[in-house]
């Protein structure tokens, strides 16, 4: 099982970045797809998560409705809409997959993460 995440990068406060997980090795539509992050010297934290039917989701109180996730399983990818972006949203974000969504970290696979960094 593979998760590659892509559409991390540089931005000012206030734009606008839209995250992308692509899985591999297994069928999406059968888990739970999340985004955690890690921002230095932290510990890892859950951003957003959405159950395998797309009909839940859950959201970090720090998003503020801020963020959207989704999922497309046709592509096998969930994506993150991340608006108004801050500079504490500065982190590496990753996604994980997992046979139930979780409010926090527990999902059994993972992806590299993608660094997001946001300047004020």
């Known amino acids: 099982v593979q998760l590659q995440a892509s559409g991390g990068g540089l931005v000012q406060a206030g734009d606008s970045l839209r995250l992308s997980c692509v899985a591999s090795?297994?069928?999406?539509?059968?888990?739970?797809m999340a985004w955690i992050r890690q921002a230095p010297g932290k510990e890892r934290e859950f951003v957003s998560g959405?159950?395998?039917?797309?009909?839940?989701?859950f959201y970090a109180r720090f998003v503020e409705d801020r963020f959207t996730i989704s999922r497309d399983d046709t592509k096998n990818t969930a994506y993150l809409q991340m608006n108004g972006l801050k500079p504490e949203d500065t982190a590496v974000y990753y996604c994980?997959?997992?046979?139930?969504?979780?409010?926090?970290?527990?999902?059994?696979?993972w992806g590299q993460g993608t660094q997001v960094t946001v300047s004020s």
């Open positions: 959405i159950s395998w039917s797309g009909s839940a989701t």
């Open positions: 994980a997959v997992g046979e139930a969504l979780d409010y926090g970290l527990n999902y059994d696979y």
């Open positions: 090795g297994l069928t999406t539509s059968n888990y739970a």
